[in-house]
């Protein structure tokens, strides 16, 4: 099957999700956004790449930093931002969700930016938009349901290539609630794309999905054991609202048996660095004096998230 998110010429026209993605594709992106962000201080450039452009962030779930994050990335190219609540408007009266599409397309919109419950719903607006002949229309899922969220998996990879430099003696740790993370996914599909020697998986028997080994990943339910000597500690949120059943005892019993701590922390290198895709639950999956220590990268994370959207968004708008 060929991939949708690349044209015949192998470059990107959707961004739909890491896996699959060529490795020539990642780096590019992370090159691109390299340039956007104006070394030492951690700013963010304003740039004309979109100039003229229209980008409309369609967030069918509630998301406060990623739509925040890629409305700032739009302005910083220039582009004219169309924020829509989907839950409060067509979706409620009964339109179809490709109705809502056409109707935007109308409207000559440049770019979607989606996040949906639904996992492939993104790839739903593409084919359609495709089938349709609005192809020139460009689809970036900004997450959907528990399969993918890969602005975020690259925004990780640019921490990491920003703080590590290589990724190919890199040990990684991905803690938590991997079930039901669709950053988990996008992580791991992208460390291993990038060479990353080792992938470790680390939570409770109930959190870890079947199949992690064969994705290359080695899996751990002793987090002392998992965290020994790694360089990447990438913490994931513990999904209150996505879980069913009774797969975790308590948010007390997670943090006993796999928050990070600083007792923890110092077994992994000296220099190893915390991430979290945000928002962290303090107490829960991580201790305040780690969230804020001065191993944890959490807060550049959200900077060079920025810098990675408008990656993206100017590399599908044909710059």
């Known amino acids: 099957m060929l991939n949708p998110q690349l044209n015949k010429n192998g470059e990107l026209q959707h961004l739909l999700t890491i896996e699959g993605l060529p490795k020539s594709n990642i780096i590019h ?91 492939g719903a993104p790839y739903l607006i593409a084919k359609h938009l495709s089938d349709t002949g609005q192809s020139h229309v460009r689809v970036v899922n900004a997450g959907d349901g528990r399969h993918a969220h ?14 590590k430099k290589d990724f190919t003696n890199l040990t990684v740790a991905i803690v938590g609630d991997i079930l039901h993370s669709r950053v988990a996914r996008s992580d791991i599909h992208a460390l291993t794309t990038l060479g990353v020697p080792e992938v470790r998986a680390i939570g409770p028997r109930t959190l870890l999905p079947s199949g992690l080994e064969q994705m290359g990943v080695r899996v751990f339910t002793d987090i002392n054991k998992g965290l020994k000597d790694v360089d990447v500690i990438i913490m994931l949120r513990l999904q209150n609202e996505r879980m069913s059943g009774a797969l975790l005892p308590s948010a007390q019993e997670f943090f006993k048996s796999y928050g990070l701590t600083t007792e923890r922390l110092a077994l992994a290198k000296p220099d190893a660095i915390v991430m979290h895709p945000g928002p962290m639950n303090r107490g829960v999956e991580i201790e305040s004096a780690v969230a804020d220590g001065k191993q944890a990268v959490i807060l550049p994370q959200v900077t060079f998230g920025i810098a990675v959207r408008m990656a993206v968004m100017s590399i599908l708008a044909g710059n």
């Open 150 to 163: 890969p602005t975020q998996g690259l925004l990780d990879m640019y921490t990491i290539r920003h703080y």
């Open 29 to 119: 992106i992370l090159d691109t956004a390299s340039s956007f962000v104006s070394i030492g201080d951690r700013e963010v450039k304003k740039v004309p790449l979109m100039r003229g452009k229209s980008v409309f962030n369609l967030f069918f779930e509630n998301s406060t930093r990623t739509r925040t994050t890629f409305e700032i990335a739009s302005k910083r190219l220039s582009a004219d931002v169309i924020n829509l609540n989907i839950q409060a408007s067509s979706s409620s009266k009964g339109e179809s969700l490709l109705d809502t599409i056409d109707n935007l397309a109308a409207m000559h919109a440049d770019m979607f930016v989606v996040r949906h419950a639904e996992s």
